[in-house]
């Protein structure tokens, strides 16, 4: 697993990004209303909102910390 986001590096952000463009994907919620469908079940759309925002949050998290670092 620390091999596919050594690969991914820099790019998580834009992967989740271009996904959101997709409209057959549909219109995507925040992260917190993707987590709270995911757990009250659903069809595979849900499962699929909720993978593209825990992606958009670890791929801005990591930017974040990436850009941390760079100042000190």
Same mark, same amino acid.
């Given at each position: 697993?620390?091999?596919?986001?050594?690969?991914?590096?820099?790019?998580?952000?834009?992967?989740?990004?271009?996904?959101?463009?997709?409209?057959?994907?549909?219109?995507?919620?925040?992260?917190?209303? &993707? +987590? @709270?469908?995911? *757990? $009250?079940? %659903?069809?595979?759309?849900?499962?699929?909102?909720? &993978? +593209? @925002?825990?992606? *958009? $949050?670890? %791929?801005?998290?990591?930017?974040?910390?990436?850009?941390?670092?760079?100042?000190?």
């Amino acid at each position: 697993m620390g091999k596919l986001f050594e690969f991914l590096n820099g790019w998580k952000t834009i992967l989740a990004y271009i996904l959101m463009q997709i409209p057959d994907l549909g219109n995507f919620p925040g992260l917190m209303t &993707a +987590i @709270q469908n995911a *757990l $009250a079940g %659903g069809n595979r759309q849900v499962y699929i909102e909720l &993978a +593209i @925002q825990i992606l *958009l $949050a670890v %791929g801005v998290s990591h930017r974040v910390v990436k850009n941390i670092n760079k100042e000190k």
